[in-house]
């Protein structure tokens, strides 16, 4: 069978396309049989054959002296092991936090001088909490955040004046404040040119919840929730390739309008008027480890 000129031109062309691959030359004077996979302003990636091992790699651009593409007709390394650098990036993470927190509202002009000092020391506390994001790029993720909020206080032998019978008792006063946050977050990542180091921030908008089991002479509980606002700032630090700890600042804002009141005996729903809302924002210091893969 006689083949054409035109057909022996396509399958020359073709086959030198195929098969051919790059040529880097290092600036201390290394050849490299690779095939270039991306090329950035600072770095230029590339998968190479060292010791029958097919490695996925980049040079910063100033060590690298030349390179040329096309430039080996016989390449080293298989078409089916070339990686896709623009997938060279974690995109999954999946981390546990805890740490400090301080609830920002100030203490109420309406609250008695004798319980001030109450009221200041049960807005320090500590939370925990965890979250998971996809990015679907190198710097954009999505994922979802939650988060728990603890603080405590309790004062003994207060008195009250019932406001019905006139008469004063005397007995505990006491909080226990659990508030918890649960919303999706779109979470941003700038890495660090040996992708060692990578800051972070999340942005969320989400439910928080609250609940407190407290005493005033005698038990209730008074519980409420309202929408939360989520943003954090941080860095974490690389510990090998799949592991980072992470250091982070984060701010929760939300306010409660109403209390839903249960003693055990009566339930009832308290509204708050306007120059009376419950703030609950609070400042987090945080410290965690993050798994990506």
Known sequence: ???????????????????????????????LNCKITKIKSDYI?????????????????????????????????????????DCNYHKLRLGGYGGWSNMTAKVSENVPADFKQYVKELKSGYHFGGDFSYFTSE???????????????????????????????????KDDITIQYFG?????????????????????LGYLSYKNN???????TLTSGTLGLFLDLGVDFAIDNNLSLGLFFSYTLGTLNQYNYND??????????????????????????????
């Open 1 to 31: 069978m006689r083949l054409s000129a035109v057909t022996i031109l396509f399958l020359v062309l073709f086959n030198n396309t195929a098969k051919t691959q790059d040529l880097i030359i290092t600036a201390k004077g290394d050849s």
């Open 184 to 204: 999706p977050i779109l979470c941003t990542k700038i890495s660090s040119a040996n992708k060692k180091t990578h800051f972070i921030s999340d942005f969320s």
């Open 214 to 220: 407290a005493t005033v002479i005698e038990n209730f």
């Open 264 to 293: 055990g005996k009566q339930s009832k729903t308290i509204k708050l008027d306007a120059n009376n809302l419950e703030s609950i924002s609070r400042i987090d210091l945080s410290v965690g480890l993050r798994w990506n893969k």
């Open 139 to 173: 710097n954009i993720g999505f994922g979802i955040k939650y988060s728990m909020f603890r603080t405590g206080n309790e004062l003994n032998n207060i008195y009250a004046v019932d406001t019905v019978t006139g008469q004063v008792r005397t007995g505990k006063l």
């Open 45 to 85: 990636h590339f998968t190479f054959k060292y010791e029958n091992e097919i490695r996925n790699t980049l040079l910063p651009v100033e060590q690298i002296k030349f390179y040329q593409k096309d430039f080996y007709s016989n390449p080293e390394v298989p078409i089916d092991k070339i990686k896709n650098v």
